[in-house]
């Protein structure tokens, strides 16, 4: 079960201008809607946003974006559930330059107890977490610092997918992902995707829809991305997914 959040708070260690902003998943359209948020946040601050306040409905699966100026824009790859006066706040920190960035998880902030939950400084300790953290949560985490083998499954809309990702930490593009991906039940991807090899275009038709697009892997910004567009026969739906961060 995703954890429920009021809020997100981003702090600025980057040499640019960022701001908080969101991406939620809107049920009526079975599609990944993006919202704008606050203001600048400039070095060395940082700002807390409710997405509410910006047009995410409660109870929303909801994600951080965080926009850049001038500069290539972060995704959060955590999900959570927007859920008003819960009190809780998932905090980031985003370092790096305009083109070459880094959004960080921090953990759950907890006003109450004025406590951040999951800090990437307690990982060393990892007694200290199982009370804190979901069992999800913490092999994300784990698995995050480490090289080697590892699975993911996923699904969004028409799409299913299954990525085997092989990362290696001292050379991060040395790394590689076998990738398989559906839609409507059809394989219409089975490749290994890597430095040499970093983009797959896609031009074909399934059960009578259109797909058009590029399945790549981004080492700038650690993801494997899906995006293009689905062609039915009285209309067009883009979409831009990433099935994995890492």
């Given amino acids: 079960m995703l954890r429920e959040i009021e809020k997100f708070q981003l702090k600025n260690n980057g040499g640019f201008v960022t701001r908080i902003q969101f ?35 409660e109870g929303s699966m909801v994600k951080l974006y965080a926009y850049v100026a001038w500069g290539t824009d972060n995704h959060a790859s955590q999900m959570f559930i927007y859920k008003k006066n819960c009190g809780y706040i998932a905090s980031y920190k985003i370092s790096g330059t305009t083109l070459n960035n880094h959004l960080e998880y921090v953990g759950i902030l907890d006003p109450a107890s004025n406590n951040v939950r999951a800090e990437a400084g307690m990982l060393a300790s990892a007694q200290s977490l199982p009370q804190e953290l979901t069992m999800e949560e913490w092999a994300e985490l784990e698995n995050s610092l480490v090289s080697g083998p590892r699975s993911y499954n996923g699904t969004c ?41 970093p983009k797959v275009s896609l031009n074909l038709t399934v059960a009578g829809v259109g797909v058009k697009g590029e399945l790549g892997i981004d080492f700038a910004n650690r993801i494997v991305y899906l995006k293009g567009t689905l062609s039915y026969i009285i209309s067009h739906n883009d979409f831009n997914y990433t099935l994995i961060k890492f």
């Fill in 23 to 57: 991406e939620y998943f809107d049920e009526s359209s079975n599609n990944w809607k993006h919202v704008n948020g606050t203001g600048d946040i400039t070095l060395g601050f940082d700002k807390q946003a409710e997405p509410g306040d910006y047009g995410v409905p």
């Fill in 157 to 197: 809309g028409p799409f299913s997918w299954n990525i085997s990702l092989d990362l290696n930490m001292s050379d991060i593009s040395r790394s590689y992902a076998d990738v398989k991906v559906s839609i409507f039940s059809y394989n219409i991807i089975n490749t290994r995707i890597d430095a040499k090899n």
